[in-house]
């Protein structure tokens, strides 16, 4: 069983910045991937960034040049650090985590970007 916990969401003013981090309950080298998807209100989930086990970023082009996803194997965390932050980067963003056999989710945090 995996366990994955966000945290460092809240409330920001545009402009500002955020760091998430993903606490996970096992060590994070076993997952090819790992990464951040966020869902706004009446939107379908959509992805962040991504970071594969040998720590190769991918982002949505909404997060290109503004967020950056980092892996921390001996935290077992994953982190995302959205600069920059605009009011349509409000949502709830996930953690998610895949192996060959399983994909699993945080229970999600809520960032808030409004002056």
């Known amino acids: 069983q995996v366990q994955l916990v966000e945290s460092g969401g809240g409330l920001v003013q545009p402009g500002g910045s955020l760091r998430l981090s993903c606490a996970a309950s096992r060590n994070i080298f076993i997952f090819n991937l790992m990464g951040w998807y966020r869902q706004a209100p009446g939107k379908e989930r959509e992805l962040v960034a991504t970071s594969t086990r040998t720590m190769r970023p991918n982002y949505a082009d909404s997060a290109q040049g503004r967020f950056t996803i980092s892996r921390d194997n001996a935290k077992n965390t994953v982190y995302l650090q959205m600069n920059s932050l605009k009011p349509e980067d409000t949502a709830v963003y996930y953690c998610?985590?895949?192996?060959?056999?399983?994909?699993?989710w945080g229970q999600g945090i809520q960032v808030t970007v409004s002056s």
């Open positions: 998610n985590a895949q192996t060959s056999s399983g994909n699993y």
